[in-house]
């Protein structure tokens, strides 16, 4: 048997040909895989962000921003939720220890589970938080309760916030309710 040689001819074809490959490869690369390498970071990010604005903005955020409204005496410290908790009496009165906030709430559970209302700490104008507050015992559906809630601020300190936890079921609901200027005893 003999051996075909390869002639110039041959060789000629199979270059043109193995050109033409290598184009098509690093155009279908450039076609495929550059949009898809933009994709990915742009779903990355997306999600990225998704994640914060729910970590911030979400039901179990743990940040929690004011209501935007100043309750005062007579008004609604949630009035972003189907139940009432009127804010029925708030004074700040002159003690050793600096100025005694208390403030006066009634609540009534409008909905059909038990309802729980928690004031935690309140913050001051100066940006101080001072630690207190009181957790109502379960309220049954239609009934009422009220509670007295102090707290002991520093002499020149004035409450500017207090957060609020509604517990309806097992759904806790948390805000920072904004306070009205409260009346000096």
Same mark, same amino acid.
């Given at each position: 048997?003999?051996?075909?040689?390869?002639?110039?001819? #041959?060789?000629? %074809?199979?270059? #043109?040909?193995?050109?033409?490959?290598?184009?098509?490869?690093?155009?279908?690369?450039?076609?495929?895989?550059?949009?898809?390498?933009?994709?990915?970071?742009?779903?990355?990010?997306?999600?990225?962000?998704?994640?914060?604005? &729910?970590?911030?903005?979400?039901?179990?955020?743990?940040?929690?921003?004011?209501?935007?409204?100043?309750?005062?005496?007579? %008004? #609604?410290?949630? @009035?972003? /939720?189907?139940?009432?908790?009127?804010?029925?009496? +708030? +004074?700040?009165? +002159?003690?050793?220890?600096?100025?005694?906030?208390?403030?006066?709430?009634?609540?009534?559970?409008?909905?059909?589970?038990?309802?729980? /209302?928690?004031?935690?700490?309140?913050?001051?104008?100066?940006?101080?938080?001072?630690?207190?507050?009181?957790?109502?015992?379960?309220?049954?559906?239609?009934?009422?309760?009220?509670?007295?809630?102090?707290?002991? /601020?520093? +002499?020149?300190?004035?409450?500017?916030?207090?957060?609020?936890?509604?517990?309806?079921?097992?759904?806790?609901?948390?805000?920072?309710?904004? /306070?009205?200027?409260? @009346?000096? &005893?």
């Amino acid at each position: 048997m003999t051996e075909h040689a390869p002639t110039p001819s #041959d060789d000629a %074809g199979d270059g #043109d040909a193995a050109t033409e490959n290598d184009v098509w490869s690093r155009r279908s690369f450039v076609r495929y895989l550059a949009p898809v390498s933009i994709a990915i970071p742009i779903v990355v990010e997306t999600e990225t962000l998704v994640g914060l604005l &729910q970590n911030d903005f979400g039901e179990n955020s743990a940040w929690t921003q004011p209501t935007g409204v100043s309750v005062g005496i007579g %008004g #609604d410290l949630r @009035p972003d /939720l189907n139940t009432r908790e009127k804010l029925q009496n +708030a +004074a700040l009165e +002159a003690v050793e220890d600096g100025r005694r906030l208390t403030l006066a709430v009634a609540v009534r559970n409008t909905t059909d589970a038990p309802y729980r /209302l928690a004031l935690g700490a309140v913050t001051t104008d100066g940006g101080e938080t001072v630690e207190g507050g009181y957790t109502t015992d379960p309220v049954a559906p239609g009934e009422t309760t009220s509670f007295t809630a102090e707290y002991v /601020l520093p +002499a020149d300190a004035t409450p500017a916030s207090v957060e609020t936890t509604v517990t309806i079921g097992n759904q806790p609901s948390e805000r920072t309710v904004q /306070l009205a200027p409260v @009346p000096t &005893q």
